[in-house]
């Protein structure tokens, strides 16, 4: 990794109250057989990171040669599990399914528990990232780029909702109200179901929700206008995404594998190739694609790397935030 990238990082950063170190170098090593392996998810069962996750363990378990179970962390919106997978033993046997939600949200947000991002796990691999859907109400604006320059002549305060700040749903929001030169305002929900009640009555002019859920949301009084990906979802294909509006932008989620820190050279090397296998193993792709993921499959420095570049953007949103209280 280039020092330059490194030294940008802590500047943007420190700009948002947070340092964060660069990760220490595992050296090769030679196979080593590893016990009983545990995959903390941070959420709870049965949602789409505990599918996602226990998709993982079945591929690692091949990969790994050993058993993998999943055990489910849930509290703290993900900041529980993944305090579990920084402080356990370097041994092989525990790895994270690490999600960019609590990560990025403790990290650059000031929670009380933030993490010095690359020296808490060490980052074998990113699996790929989920999009979110922009849903406004049937009479809005049928494309994001002429809800822009609708929302632009409304001259009032627009409201929109995420489930959270720190959420990619809500940097995208962000993004849009710095770069276009919006009114918007943040309200975070529990959940979206609390939020599409105010769309319909006109409280709020739009909600991000996953995509599923979106579609399944979209009555025939609201309707989907964007992803927040850079490319158009296989499920929306007619709907235009994010980055078509403003080239080379992307708001997703994303979910990677990680083990605490300073793992043995021969673990790391072990878990590392395991991990890269099950990535590049095409039914698990094709699982993926199932689930929703768009696969980005990337290990060893350049999943550091991607996890540098999501941190540079948001914390250089994060410098510019002045939105005052409503």
């Not at 330059?4 to 990082?9: A, G, H, K």
């Not at 399914?97 to 403790?106: H, N």
């Not at 632009?152 to 849009?176: D, I, K, N």
């Not at 158009?232 to 403003?246: C, I, Q, W």
Request: charged share 20%; aromatic share 6%.
């Amino acid at each position: 990794m280039r020092d330059p990238i490194r030294r940008s990082v802590l500047r943007l950063l420190a700009l948002s109250g947070v340092a964060a170190a660069c990760p220490a170098r595992a050296q090769s090593g030679s196979d080593v057989k590893l016990p009983h392996v545990r995959l903390i998810v941070p959420f709870p069962e049965s949602g789409g990171a505990d599918r996602l996750g226990r998709l993982l363990a079945t591929f690692l378990e091949r990969y790994l040669d050993t058993t993998v179970s999943v055990v489910n962390v849930p509290g703290m919106e993900g900041i529980t599990g993944m305090d579990q997978v920084a402080a356990a033993a370097a041994d092989g046997r525990t790895l994270g399914l690490a999600v960019s939600t609590p990560i990025v949200s403790a990290t650059l947000l000031k929670r009380a528990r933030a993490y010095d991002v690359f020296r808490d796990f060490d980052w074998l691999g990113i699996v790929g990232t989920y999009a979110a859907a922009m849903v406004v109400s049937a009479d809005a604006p049928a494309t994001l780029a002429a809800w822009i320059d609708w929302a632009r002549v409304q001259r009032r305060p627009l409201r929109y909702a995420t489930t959270g700040a720190g959420t990619a749903a809500h940097f995208a929001g962000e993004f849009l109200r710095q770069t276009a030169d919006l009114d918007l305002v943040h309200e975070a929900v529990p959940t979206v179901a609390h939020a599409y009640p105010k769309l319909d009555d006109r409280t709020l002019v739009m909600v991000f929700d996953g995509v599923p859920s979106a579609i399944e949301s979209s009555v025939r009084t609201r309707r989907i206008i964007a992803v927040t990906s850079l490319k158009r979802h296989p499920r929306l294909s007619d709907v235009p995404a994010l980055g078509e509006t403003f080239p080379g932008q992307s708001f997703v989620v994303w979910a990677g594998i990680v083990a605490p820190p300073q793992l043995p050279a021969a673990l790391r090397a072990r878990i590392g190739r395991a991990v890269a296998a099950a990535l590049n193993d095409s039914l698990l792709r094709t699982r993926l694609a199932e689930q929703g993921v768009d696969i980005v499959a990337l290990t060893g420095e350049r999943a550091v790397d991607f996890v540098e570049q999501d941190f540079i953007r948001k914390a250089a949103l994060l410098a510019k935030i002045t939105t005052p209280a409503r």
